[in-house]
């Protein structure tokens, strides 16, 4: 009878674990670094008070922190003399034309006089590549730390692939918001009726199906690492608590469940994402300085030589760079985000004006690129399979390995001419852009006609124009009325949020308020009251009253779409919609008109 011999001898020594930086770094910054990243945003909630001034701190603190983690991309990509004499053309020319392309959309809309902020439309494009970009890298880690793995290396990649992929859809898609409001997004700025996608019952299978698949794949995977242990291959403990850690804690801060609402009953899905966000950071901290620290180290390494002092410096001078490092890209996140209007804004002496709109234009654009490119670069910088990455990275250990390490950056493409190089990439960045910008100018119109409040309001101004013209815009505004609460009402079978009630609430109370006037104009009955409308306002009223009440037993934020035209209109003197403030002045203003209508 055959006697199985696994083929790693009994005399060869246990392969030890591979690591970034090293057991402990690798464990604070990498490994248990969801469980910190929860844990700082908690603590960053209650710090500044909870509500929805913790809220915004928590997401404000991970915007400059996100932005900042884009700047060690630059200091890879611009830095490396080898990589910038390879891929000249594309490294200078990918900037301009993301760049270019945003400052000529921002300038278009300001001139033709829509608000500024329209422009995020764009930003599609990074919320539907960013659940990539993070899921790539943690599985980058998981390949890592699987390193001395000697199962074939086409099973063992695909295995740790699907097993992330397949639990990362779950968390996206539990999260009840990702999906749904991008949905949302494309309806509200695009117009693609992909509103079907919101019936809770699909939704309801797609949710069910992820887990089915993630369940599957993760039983598929414990009896692949029974086969590597059957045959004597290396299994990263490591590498299965990375797993483990990171997508717990992405469940519990993504999807809505008990626990996170009785530790923070304020907790939503822009939060969860800031602290899985500031992990993602952390990481890709970690493998840039070890990249740098590698590439300082190597002797044929063609970088400048401030470069290397500063990379491959010991003792107290490593901590010193250390720190620097960690604060220069700080500052160049600070400075691109909202803090940097903060610092910019009041050092130039501005306030409203054409010169304000032309800073927040190429700051806006330049977070855009800067984001963008930061997703462009890492797509290819980083491939384990180039031996530059193997060889920075400290993933090869004796001349057996370094012989038979992957392609190069120097097999992978040759030297392409300028004109070449602009064509491609007009084809990966302007097209998609340019699909966008077209359905975009396609459903776009001015706020009157696009928005059902500032409709009504602008139809019951007699200063807004002739009558007939004013009547047409209310009638057309009412009728958008009834579509938009369809989508806000979808929105809510998925997931009751404040946002979606308050909205609901507007449209109801603004509609009842703009069908009595021009009922009462019509009828020759204008500024009067009676039984009658008593009547017909009730049950909008009444209703109207219950969406703010079932507002305020949710966490904030409040505001929707058409929030400034209200805070504007609003007589007491709200100054922010996300306030609670401002629904409970809408309430008073409710109740105010039905005990008016009851007096009568």
Avoid at 47 to 71: K, T, Y
Avoid at 227 to 235: D, N
Avoid at 262 to 268: I, Y
Wanted: with cysteine.
């Amino acid at each position: 009878m055959a006697t199985y011999v696994p083929s790693r001898s009994v005399d060869q020594p246990r392969p030890r674990q591979n690591w970034v930086l090293g057991p402990i770094p690798d464990y604070l910054l990498i490994v248990v670094a969801p469980v910190l990243g929860l844990l700082w945003a908690i603590a960053t909630f209650h710090l500044f008070g909870g509500g929805m001034n913790g809220q915004l701190a928590v997401i404000g603190i991970f915007m400059i922190f996100n932005v900042a983690h884009h700047f060690p991309t630059f200091i890879r990509i611009y830095g490396d003399k080898d990589l910038m004499k390879r891929f000249r053309w594309s490294l200078l020319l990918a900037p301009i034309l993301p760049f270019t392309a945003s400052i000529l959309l921002c300038s278009y809309l300001v001139a033709h006089g829509f608000p500024l902020h329209y422009i995020v439309y764009l930003s599609i494009i990074l919320i539907i590549w960013d659940p990539w970009h993070f899921l790539m890298q943690h599985y980058g880690f998981m390949r890592i730390y699987d390193r001395h793995n000697k199962a074939p290396r086409a099973i063992a990649a695909r295995m740790d692939y699907w097993l992330c992929t397949t639990w990362f859809i779950f968390c996206m898609v539990s999260a009840t918001c990702w999906l749904p409001d991008l949905i949302y997004d494309f309806n509200r700025y695009f117009g693609v009726p992909l509103l079907f996608l919101l019936n809770s019952s699909i939704y309801g299978i797609l949710l069910a199906t992820s887990l089915v698949a993630a369940l599957l794949m993760t039983v598929g995977y414990v009896y692949y690492i029974h086969w590597c242990r059957k045959k004597g291959y290396f299994v990263s403990t490591v590498k299965l608590l990375l797993v483990l850690v990171t997508f717990s804690v992405m469940y519990l801060t993504f999807a809505p469940n008990p626990l996170m609402e009785k530790w923070v009953p304020a907790w939503t899905f822009s939060m969860g994402f800031a602290a899985i966000g500031m992990v993602h950071v952390s990481q890709y901290l970690a493998i840039v300085w070890k990249y740098n620290r590698g590439l300082a180290r190597r002797e044929d390494a063609s970088r400048p030589s401030i470069f290397t002092r500063l990379f491959s410096a010991r003792g107290q001078l490593l901590g010193v760079v250390m720190v620097a490092y960690v604060l220069i890209c700080l500052v160049y996140g600070a400075l691109l985000t909202d803090f940097g209007k903060s610092f910019w804004f009041p050092y130039l002496g501005l306030d409203e004006g054409r010169l304000t709109t032309a800073i927040l234009i190429v700051l806006g654009s330049t977070v855009f690129t800067s984001t963008l490119l930061h997703y462009y670069y890492d797509g290819f910088i980083w491939k384990l399979r180039h031996k530059e990455n193997q060889q920075n990275l400290d993933l090869v250990e004796g001349q057996e390995e370094k012989e038979r390490t992957g392609s190069s950056w120097w097999q992978s493409s040759g030297t392409l001419p300028a004109g070449t190089v602009l064509v491609k990439q007009a084809l990966y960045f302007l097209l998609p852009m340019a699909v966008l910008s077209g359905l975009f100018w396609i459903s776009i119109s001015q706020p009157v006609e696009r928005f059902p409040i500032v409709g009504m309001r602008v139809s019951m101004d007699e200063a807004a124009g002739p009558l007939q013209q004013r009547r047409a815009l209310g009638r057309d505004s009412i009728v958008r009325v009834k579509k938009q609460l369809e989508i806000e009402e979808q929105m809510l079978a998925i997931r009751e949020r404040a946002v979606n009630h308050c909205y609901a609430a507007d449209l109801l109370f603004e509609r009842a308020m703009c069908q009595n006037y021009w009922d009462k104009l019509e009828q020759g009955l204008a500024g009067t009251l009676g039984p009658a409308d008593f009547v017909r306002l009730e049950q909008p009223l009444s209703s109207a009253m219950e969406h703010f009440q079932k507002a305020l037993d949710l966490p904030p934020p409040y505001g929707h779409q058409e929030e400034a035209i209200l805070v504007m209109a609003l007589s007491r003197g709200a100054k922010r919609y996300a306030d609670r403030i401002y629904i409970e002045a809408r309430m008073a203003d409710i109740q105010e008109i039905q005990g008016m209508l009851k007096g009568r």
